[in-house]
């Protein structure tokens, strides 16, 4: 590692150490990361200058004398960012603060037309151009890999160029389930835990890991994918190619096609016949037994569930008392609806978008 790199890489540290435990002194810093005093007061003099950490008090002396120790926080609420957050049901426009309070938002319907988005994300844009100044950089979410040519749903190559020059900021793109699973760590409840799976039902089925604090992606950021684990070999053709994959079976649209109903997801739910009773359990059913293989596999610590099947406490509850049958190593406070449900359109836009241009930002 050359110096810039370990540089770099100091200043991450103190980032996400102060995002994880909040405000602390140039000392405590330097303590807990094992770096020299005079390395953290150079760091932080510099992030102090960028505007990423400001001053915010004295620690408490607890009776000692001399003076107090200056305390250091971020500054995540002053800097906002421009999220894009695609889903089977629709594409929501953000404006949030990179603290992950939302400013302004607007969804779309679903298209798979690149060129709308950019008109109506820059519509969107010159509506709150008072806010422009401090928005500094764009995450867009997608469903499917960011790596491929065609980034899953828009068939477009150098999609982040393409966004970057027609929003004139910088662009990163995220897998949607991997953005919120970013948003965890970076928000939620998973900011302080070990490894965590994540799962995601409705409309479709996603998942995704934290190991050592970090999104695990693989090779080619479709690790740990249990929406295209093969569950009927003799099912219908999935997007990914194959044949039976469990989102096939279980996705918002595969349950109202099998209940034969034209009533929506929420409409159904909230109606349940003993048919749909019976249908739901099923699916259900095959969900957790995918997620337990999962969670026995890679020994999580903790299972984190979200999307719209999860508006539904009988899904959830089930689901949870499913996977609890299934591995008797899990218990209840290991598996949770997440708390930050409500904000899953656009907080993964604000969490890749922190990630790259504030905590993982170079100089």
Known sequence: MNLQSLKTENRSLILYTLNR???LSRKELAAKLGLTPAAVTKICAALMDEGFIRECGAA?????????EILLELTLDDKLC??????KDGVTLSIAALSGRLVAK??????????????QGSAFLQQHADKRARIIGAGVCIIGSPDEDDFGIWKERDLDKKLG??????????????????GELLFGSSKNTGAVLFLK???GVGSAIIANGRVFSGNDSSATEIGHYIVNPAGQKCRCGRYGCLETEVSEDAILSELGTKQTLDETLKNCDNDTVNILDHK????????TNTATILNT?????????FHNDFVADKLIRQCLRYNANLSRDMLEVSPLMDRVDYIGSVAVAAKKFFFESED
């Open 21 to 23: 435990e909040g405000a």
């Open 60 to 68: 408490d002396s607890e009776g000692k004398t001399g003076r107090r």
């Open 82 to 87: 421009f999220g894009i957050n695609a889903e």
């Open 106 to 119: 607007k969804r779309l319907p679903f298209t798979t037309d690149i060129n709308e988005v950019i008109r």
């Open 165 to 182: 020059g027609a929003f004139a900021m910088p662009v990163v793109i995220e897998n949607n389930v991997k953005a919120f699973a970013e």
């Open 201 to 203: 039902w409705g409309p």
């Open 284 to 291: 259900i059913n095959m969900v957790a037994l995918a997620l």
């Open 301 to 309: 610590d903790n299972i984190v569930l979200f999307g719209t099947m």
